[in-house]
């Protein structure tokens, strides 16, 4: 970019245009597990098909559909973000309370079709600047914005922008138009919280599909308002409550952000992931002794989003502290197969739930969102009682999962959505070795779904 750069939306397009070192891709690869392992099991879930099937109306196209026909880029994008979103186990970055797999992934996948672009390495690399951008602006959206929209719809499509730009080999000025373009699309509000509808994954998708639209326009010219960040009536003044655009581009030179993005064992918002680690380690000290009474207790957000004592759907079960913290004393864990309707209904997860209560942990909210933890206390019926303390959910920097059981996700995700073990052994060779013995061409052709 020539002459000198003043806008953010300059900034972070030349903070994002940094080179992405062999580290960086060995991380990113195992982000592209991850979704593949969601999108795969999400493909088969109910909100699923009526983005694909809107994919087939516009036509066929180059570009990998899961689960379905090919497409063109803006209507796979658009049909792939929710699935990747559907069973609540994408990645997320805490600090920006958003989720960048089923976003950026999707752009990705798309952007690289359709342009022809077949370098694995390429494709890692837009994953990285696309996790950044989305990232940057998430954290510094803060808690204004957070409180009535859906971040990962509203600071996605400057993700997918930045990953469809990587690839496009845009300009620096050409990036910023795309960041600038994509962000004027930003929607996402949190009221989808409150109806049983797949609206919030589909979030992912317009945001995905946005942003690749964005960088392609760029590529022919079209121009986008670079203070939209900053502006009187931009991005921040606009959405984000007290918040600052500065921070969108401090620290220019700081290691790349997707170092920091968590992974989600458990089936559930990352808001109840603490207190389902808290609730499985008292368990083990229970010793198979049965629980009387389970008191949980995590920072403010999680209370806001998860205080759901009687879930209806499945989608309600994943967003209810009382039903995680009753399946994960009552099973040891909290898998996909405890967040069903038949595992909703169960006699004995319901007199479970009944015993459990939630409150707030003023330590937890004081460290949140630097920290996602949780307390619980237990009473068991022989009159103990026992109590731990989680600073940090699992899956977080701070207690990192490793890699090994990454896949043994991923391929309880895929057998999820119906693949077979030499189907899932193929998809996983594709991810990990994305870059080296695998190009985009084996990825794409390895996800679910036909070439029609």
Not at 179 to 202: I, P
Not at 207 to 221: Q, S
Not at 278 to 295: D, I
Request: glycine share 10%.
């Amino acid at each position: 970019m020539s002459g000198q750069i003043h806008t953010v939306a300059e900034r972070l397009a030349a903070i994002l245009a940094r080179p992405v070192s062999d580290g960086d891709r060995a991380r990113a690869r195992l982000h592209v597990l991850d979704w593949a392992g969601c999108v795969s099991a999400g493909a088969v879930e109910p909100g699923a098909a009526e983005p694909r099937a809107l994919a087939v109306l516009e036509g066929a196209g180059a570009c990998r559909v899961v689960g379905g026909r090919r497409a063109g880029p803006l209507a796979a994008a658009l049909a792939n973000g929710p699935m990747g979103a559907l069973l609540e186990m994408d990645d997320v970055d805490k600090r920006g309370l958003l989720h960048p797999g089923p976003v950026v992934m999707p752009a990705a996948l798309a952007a690289a079709e359709a342009a022809r672009v077949a370098d694995g390495n390429a494709f890692l690399d837009a994953v990285v600047r696309g996790y950044e951008a989305m990232i940057r602006v998430g954290r510094a959206a803060g808690p204004g914005h957070y409180r009535y929209f859906h971040a990962t719809g509203t600071c996605g499509p400057f993700g997918a922008a930045a990953a469809a730009a990587s690839l496009l080999g845009l300009s620096q000025l050409e990036t910023a138009w795309a960041l600038a373009n994509a962000g004027q699309q930003a929607a996402g509000l949190w009221q989808v919280r409150h109806e049983a509808v797949f609206t919030k994954a589909l979030h992912d998708g317009r945001a995905a599909a946005n942003g690749v639209a964005a960088a392609f326009l760029a590529r022919e010219g079209y121009a986008g308002p670079l203070s939209h960040f900053e502006g009187p009536q931009g991005f921040f003044e606009a959405l984000c409550d007290g918040a600052d655009p500065e921070p969108v581009v401090t620290a220019p030179e700081d290691g790349w952000a997707i170092h920091d993005v968590s992974f989600k064992p458990h089936a559930a918002c990352r808001h109840a992931h603490a207190a389902i680690d808290a609730v499985l380690t008292l368990r083990a000290q229970g010793q198979g002794r049965t629980m009387v009474r389970l008191e949980v207790a995590s920072y403010r957000d999680a209370l806001t989003f998860c205080d759901r004592p009687e879930p209806r759907t499945s989608g309600e079960a994943k967003f209810s502290l009382q039903h995680a913290a009753a399946a994960a004393w009552e099973h040891g864990d909290a898998d996909l197969e405890r967040f069903t309707l038949q595992a909703i209904a169960d006699p004995d997860l319901v007199a479970l739930r009944s015993r459990v209560s939630v409150g707030e942990d003023t330590r937890s909210t004081a460290r949140y969102p630097a920290r996602f933890g949780a307390s619980a206390v237990v009473v068991l019926e022989d009159g103990t009682r026992l109590e731990v303390e989680v600073a940090d959910a699992l899956g977080d920097p701070e207690q990192p999962v490793a890699s090994g059981d990454l896949e043994a996700k991923a391929r309880k995700l895929m057998a999820w959505g119906g693949l077979n073990p030499a189907q899932a052994d193929r998809l996983c060779a594709a991810c990990l070795g994305l870059g080296a013995t695998s190009q985009v061409a084996e990825l794409s052709a390895a996800l679910p779904g036909t070439n029609a």
